[in-house]
């Protein structure tokens, strides 16, 4: 049976581009709606400090991990993460923050988790803004998965970390850490595998462009004959991620599926390009949806981040 995770950054409305969030939280009641929609899915939670210090949204994690055995897992977004170096909210990448602040960070978020979960051992940093250093503090904090690692894609332009000829299978990195990247193929021309082309290329057109006008969209769609494929109902409707999934499912049979999105892509206003309910309820509907079709239809089975690399791991010392 193929493992399928639902790993969901779990943060703060972020209705406008480029512009820090006002703070609210008023998405985080829609996971209670998506997991009503699919009862027998086991949703993996990435939450940032603001939504586990919020007491409204605390109690719908507990109702979620009550009722519907989620897992509570961390996601770090250094704006809203205490210490701040200078007492004002940092800027919103880990990477141009020094080591010892990200330490000192993760430090305060893990321990505000733990204070109401079981110590968190899933981690997504925020922005995908992951340092090679960073893998072994997530070790030494008891972390077992990472999945800030997104194939194909290269955050280069945006001063981001260059995941273009990144593995797309788990794999253990440092200590007990995995790595689980999230799900992405390319539309064609995967048999390019790990050629420096193909890098030069990813590295420059590999990003999305959500919340811009159509044709802009468009355009940006025509220019990029190649680009990747997410597990990801944002970017991708229905029946790309199926196909997408078959696709993974034939290749590596002992593989895992892990779609992702953000808990403010559930809910109308939560992001710039979710204005409506009816946007909210599009890409809601494309999650129940996959999720439906995989696991009545094909060989495959939910599971949380953190129980899938435990398992795994069981397994790599079993044999
Ligand atoms: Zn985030």
Redesign the pocket.
Known sequence: MTPLLITI?T?PDLPRRRQASAGTLNNIPALLELQRRIPDIKLTLLV?HSVISDPTSLKVLEQLKRDYQCEIGA?L?PEETPPFIRGVPDETSLMRLPLEARAEKLRVLTRAISAHFPRPISYRA??WKLSPEDLALLAEHGYRADSSVTPYVSWRIEHGPDFAAAPRDPHLVTGALWEVPVSIGLNRAEWLGRSRLLRNYLQLCSLELLGLPGPIKSAWSLVRPIRPVWLRPTYSSAEAMLRLAEQLLARSPGGVLNMMF?SNELAAGGRPFIRTRADADRIMTRVVDTCRYLLDSRRVTSTTLGDYVVQRSALNVER
């Open positions: 950054d943060e940032t996601h977004h925020g922005r953000h």
